[in-house]
């Protein structure tokens, strides 16, 4: 008997048009990144767990591409727990949580305001609390999402960061148009994925452990897919930079420990290329994805995906082949995607 579509592979397919929804409202992510060029901040903290994480590591680098910020993803425990009398004064504080009742991070921001942080929210859900601890709340806009695995919440949050980073830089509009043609993208790219990855899900149905290697603004990507490998199929996936992987993790190599690299068009492809040579040397099977998928030597598997209008905004596409193949891999192996064991689409780990 056929298995039913599940939530999780819905809300893929749901990712255009939740990005077409929040460009509807532009007007607030202006708003928010004239507040935040008034303040001129010396540097732009960024807080989030999970997916959240991931788009944390992106946003590092789209502050620092598109506006020239220093942005960094900062430690909620220095001061949550340990009470680290850290100086916010001149600090812009986006913290990222899809439900915005993290309680960490809550914790977090109502810190960092009362020492001076200029503090943004990002969230899907306006009578959350990060909404209410947050000076400004800028909502995702993406719509109910019921599987546990975030998808179109992340892509919102990834949009949100390069927007906002636009928009502080007085180069709002450009992004946006860049986005609106990531969403035409995505939506045309989409059939002929999901098609793809079903025959390589198959293949990888007994694999126990998996590499995902990213570099640059990719790094946020490669942590992305690996945790929906971890969370929706049950796999030890971890995500390591390309120069990372000689640091210690190629040892652990070998013809059974599949990788998974992810390659853009930009000055961090020839470091990519290495490490997937690396990789394919120590009798790894590569996956290439990504706009530069064909860039990569001896990938026995390419999931390419199109070359965005916009290099920040590659992310925002390389991620789909990575949950695309989470859910048909989970499916593969008799898992449900949409309610993974253990799991709750609302965590309050602190």
Not at 51 to 73: E, I, K, N, P, Q
Request: net charge negative; aromatic share 4%.
């Amino acid at each position: 008997m056929n298995q039913p579509e599940g939530r999780f592979l819905a809300e893929i397919h749901e990712q255009p048009a939740a990005l077409e929804s929040l460009l509807g409202h532009l007007d607030e992510i202006q708003a928010a990144g004239q507040a935040c060029a008034e303040r001129a901040p010396s540097v732009l903290r960024l807080v989030g767990h999970g997916s959240s994480d991931a788009a944390a590591t992106y946003g590092v680098y789209a502050f620092g591409l598109v506006a020239g910020w220093t942005a960094l993803r900062d430690s909620v425990s220095l001061s949550v727990y340990y009470g680290a009398e850290v100086d916010f004064s001149n600090s812009v504080v986006v913290a990222l949580s899809q439900s915005g009742r993290t309680p960490d991070v809550v914790s977090y921001v109502e810190h960092a305001r009362k020492r001076g942080a200029f503090t943004i929210g990002v969230t899907n859900d306006a009578d959350s609390e990060l909404a209410r601890a947050a000076e400004l709340t800028l909502l995702l806009h993406a719509g109910e999402e019921r599987a546990v695995a975030a998808s179109k919440t992340l892509a919102n949050t990834f949009a949100v960061l390069a927007l906002l980073a636009g928009c502080a830089a007085g180069r709002g509009d450009e992004v946006a148009a860049a986005v609106h043609g990531v969403a035409e993208q995505m939506r045309n790219a989409l059939p002929a994925l999901e098609d793809a990855v079903a025959p390589i899900a198959t293949r990888f149905a007994y694999v126990g452990r998996m590499y995902v290697i990213g570099r640059g603004i990719e790094l946020g990507t490669a942590r992305e897919i690996a945790l929906k490998l971890t969370e929706t199929c049950r796999i030890p996936a971890e995500s390591v930079t390309s120069t990372d992987l000689s640091h210690g993790p190629i040892a652990a190599v070998d013809a059974m420990f599949p990788v998974w690299t992810i390659a853009s068009m930009d000055e961090c492809l020839p470091a990519l290329v290495a490490a997937a040579e690396l990789a394919r040397k120590a009798g790894a099977t590569l996956v290439a994805s990504g706009s530069a998928a064909d860039k990569v030597p001896g990938a026995e598997l390419r999931l390419p995906v199109p070359e965005a209008p916009l290099p920040v905004l590659s992310p925002l596409l390389s991620v789909v082949p990575g949950q695309l193949f989470a859910a048909a891999l989970s499916r593969a192996k008799g898992l449900d995607a949409d309610q993974p064991v253990g799991l709750t689409k609302v965590t309050l780990a602190q």
